[in-house]
């Protein structure tokens, strides 16, 4: 059908409520063709989409069909598979709670204990809590860094990863039969629903505080130390301030931001990664002459980082400056204490920062790289535990994301939360700061500029084009973007890498479509479109021998890109 017999057939339909069908009488012709030319995507990170009725919308219909799916999925299972149950968490957002009720009604209807957390809850504890309650599966209702109109719903496995590509696609499968949206029923008074035990909160922080790598340091300093935090409205307040005031590392939060808030709406949007999310929480260091200023995302699986600089003022860091500050921070403590794993491994995805193979290879340690997305690194854990090759100490991704530990096999905003602080208290401890470590760093290993562009695109064709530039990228042969001559291409779709005189080698990882562009020196140009949101990603990681060089390099290598891609669209 097309999106005007869609429409017709919803609008029309006696069961849909009544708000919804004003809400639908209102829409314009553009509107009709978006909410109902397609169908909201379920891909390995789940669904995300705009809060709104419709079929390529976020609603109580899409998830209950959705999770329909999951649980035609899991009768497909052993019965005593099947018995393990499904445990749901939800953070801050427009209908969170709402849509996490009814998964676990849908669930109930088919018979599956649905394990519901009682409040607000972040991603790791959501990855625990599969883990600790033995579940087959976990929801997690979550937009994370999205922007206030949008929601989302993601799928655990029972190894507490994002669920696997090739479960995934039986799952679509149970989906895409269901051409009836609004057939789907649950129960919401069955006794399948269970609320989650209290002591998943208690073991996780209990497992955090395993993890902590200088406990001298935070007992001398941690009572002393000035740390701001914003949960910006998340769900990152309670396990966050609990865990730093368990270690007794001294904390002030942002109050205005520690409310639940559907809305954001003290910031733009709700992603730590920008300065201004976290500039609430910077004005109120400035106020208290803090140290140090944290921001968790509403779904707190990511965390943002400011430090004051030489000057004494506040710099946020991005990812990937977060990334290389906690790596050398892990792999020198661990070797300090002489307990650094013979066979320890690291994991960053491909777009991240370059510097890690310099510090890892210091330290004489494996680094893996995989794919965006943290479910790739769950999977290297996952592989790890069952064959022995490696032992994991770290992993992250340049978006903000990073995990110590194998308690969750998500990014981690909490652990990395602690992780910060008493990086901050060890280098009080020593005499230094963490912005003059992070000095010394790029006088080791030399200096590296960092940075990503997003360039937007709307519509129902949105994913369609993006795709179709980064193919197109494929066929035109690039020797060189500004003063960097190209050494390789990597075709991550083909799984293949061509270097500059021709030949070709195997990559050996999970297939994504994404074109890297290998320059000489260790920099590299990567194109690719985001899973999560319409937008098409570019990143830049230059080597240089300062920041000035490096800025300079970075706008070459910037406008020869630019052309390229206005070539090829």
Known sequence: ????????????????????????????????????????EFGTAGMRGIIGCGMNMMNCFTVMRATQGLSMYIKTLPKEDQARGVVISYDTRRNSRKFAER??????????????????????ILSYAVRYLHTIAG????ASHNPKEYNGYKVYGEDGAQMSPEATAIVVKFISGIDDYLSVEGDAASPLIVPVPK??????????????????????????????????????????????????????????????????STVKVPNPEFKETLSMGIDLANEIDADVVFGTDPDSDRL?????????????????????????????????????????????SFVSTGMARAICAEFGVALFETPVGF?????????????????????????????????????DAVVASMLCAEMVCYYTYIGKTVWGRLQEIYQR??????????????????????????????????SAFGPFAVEAVRDYSNDVRIAADGSKSALGIPKCNCVYYELEGGSFVCVRPSGTEPKLKIYYSIRAEDETAAEGKLNAVKADVEKLLASVK
């Open 1 to 40: 059908m097309n999106y005007q017999q869609n429409y017709e057939k919803w609008v029309n339909d006696p069961r849909l409520p009544e708000g919804c069908k004003r809400e639908l009488l209102a829409l314009d012709e553009r509107e009709k063709e978006y909410r109902f030319g397609g169908e909201l």
């Open 103 to 124: 998964a676990a009604s849908v669930l109930a209807k088919n018979g599956i204990k649905a394990y519901l957390f009682d409040d607000v809850h972040p991603v790791p």
């Open 139 to 142: 929801i997690m209702i979550t």
């Open 199 to 264: 002591e998943v909160d208690e073991t996780y922080i209990a497992a955090l505080s395993k993890l902590t790598l200088s406990e001298e340091a935070v007992r001398k300093c941690g009572k002393d130390l000035k740390l701001v935090y914003t949960p910006v409205h998340g769900s990152g307040y309670v396990p966050v301030t609990t865990i730093l005031k368990k270690l007794g590392i001294n904390v002030t939060v942002v109050k205005e931001q520690a409310v639940k808030d559907t809305e954001f």
């Open 304 to 348: 943002g980082v400011a430090v004051k600089d030489d000057k004494g003022e506040f710099v946020a860091l991005s990812g990937n400056v977060v990334g290389i500050l906690l790596l050398d921070y892990i792999l020198t403590r661990l070797k300090e204490e002489g307990t650094l794993p013979a066979n320890a491994a690291v994991v960053k």
């Open 375 to 411: 479910k790739f690194i769950g999977e290297k854990i996952k592989q790890w535990e069952q064959d022995g090759s490696h032992t994991f100490v770290f992993g992250f991704e340049e978006s903000c994301g990073y995990l110590r530990g194998t308690h969750a096999r998500d990014k």
């Open 445 to 478: 290993y030399g200096y590296v500029l960092d940075k990503n562009i997003s360039i937007q695109y709307s519509g129902l064709n949105a994913m369609k084009e993006m795709n179709a530039v980064v193919d197109a990228l494929k066929t035109v042969k690039v």
